[in-house]
């Protein structure tokens, strides 16, 4: 056990330290820098609407940045994961809550299984909205024979903790789409209904969204990109006649995605509101992307906005920014 495993542990032992302590302690990894404290709880109820059964605020937490997943390059990775450390996931989630937000919604990699007991013992009520990545448990070739068996570990695994919900990981139902198999997210959706969690379907392609709904498949609520990341080389070339480099971002795609969310009846959570980091580009730009985003979708849905308050207060810049906008 490490010196920062061993420290985390004695501030979380019941009955011998605060909730306070625990988060006055929290540091970063090698105790260089303090986590820099959130400002205090901005004023009004956050909007709510009623997704897979629960009562969730219009804004919710998105855990990419907490596990390294930047969508930008490995270097931003990094960054993140070297400042996202057990505490700081902790002190993140109950910034989060003091700041008005309901849930949390994330894959299942193995740190959250270490740092999950320690975010329920810090006192964090927050939902989780759980997302089964079959990339936690073994990395695989996406074909359909293999993802369902991990898929239905997914669910298995994630069910012990009885979180608010799970969906089926957008990049596996947008290549099982163009597998033409998408006879695995339907048995998917009865699996997680059968260990009794309301089932969502992530997508980046809006046609994969369609095609549930046309089939009247029981999802409870679906996630849309706003950005379509699984297009194939062979889709670029034909749509644009070019082959990206990494992901790419078109900024036609927001449109195409809440056209479908707005048709759809079931509640939705869009999600990359803000092209993974690259719509910051200043106060009024993040605005403009949230502006955009709750006047495109149904009043009925939320949002997933991963956020990174190493350098500002983005928690309670965005609680601010959907309190003054959503209704």
């Not at 596996?172 to 163009?178: K, S, V, W």
């Not at 997508?203 to 999802?219: K, L, M, R, Y």
Request: with cysteine; charged share 25%; aromatic share 10%.
């Amino acid at each position: 056990m490490s010196p920062q495993d061993a420290n985390s542990q004695s501030h979380l032992k019941s009955g011998h330290s605060t909730r306070r302590e625990f988060l006055k302690g929290a540091v970063l990894a090698g105790g260089a820098l303090a986590i820099p404290a959130a400002r205090a709880e901005s004023s009004g109820a956050m909007p709510t609407v009623t997704i897979a059964g629960q009562r969730v605020t219009r804004l919710i937490a998105g855990g990419n940045p907490l596990f390294g997943y930047s969508h930008f390059n490995g270097i931003l990775d990094r960054h993140m994961a070297e400042y996202f450390t057990d505490e700081a996931v902790v002190k993140f989630l109950l910034d989060c809550e003091k700041a008005g937000i309901s849930a949390w919604q994330s894959n299942f990699p193995a740190p959250l299984e270490r740092q999950y007991p320690r975010i329920r013992d810090a006192g964090c009520k927050l939902q989780w909205f759980a997302l089964a990545d079959t990339f936690d448990i073994e990395h695989n070739d996406f074909s359909a024979d293999k993802v369902w068996p991990l898929a239905r570990k997914a669910v298995e695994r994630a069910a012990r903790l009885k979180p608010a919900a799970i969906a089926f990981r957008g990049e596996e139902t947008d290549r099982l789409l163009n597998q033409g198999r998408m006879d695995v997210v339907r048995d998917f959706i009865n699996c997680a209904h059968d260990a009794g969690l309301p089932a969502g379907v992530s997508a980046h392609n809006p046609a994969t969204i369609e095609h549930v709904e046309h089939n009247g498949w029981p999802s409870d609520y679906y996630m849309g990109c706003f950005y379509r990341l699984t297009r194939t080389r062979e889709e670029f070339q034909k749509d644009f006649g070019l082959a990206p480099v990494g992901e790419t971002y078109i900024a036609s795609d927001p449109e195409r995605m809440c056209q479908v969310i707005r048709q759809v009846k079931k509640p939705c959570f869009a999600f990359k509101i803000l092209a993974a980091g690259r719509r910051c580009g200043s106060p009024e730009q993040v605005r403009q992307s949230f502006e955009f985003a709750l006047k495109s979708i149904k009043p009925a849905d939320a949002l997933i906005v991963g956020m990174y308050p190493r350098f500002s207060d983005q928690i309670a810049d965005n609680a601010k920014v959907v309190r003054e906008t959503a209704t």
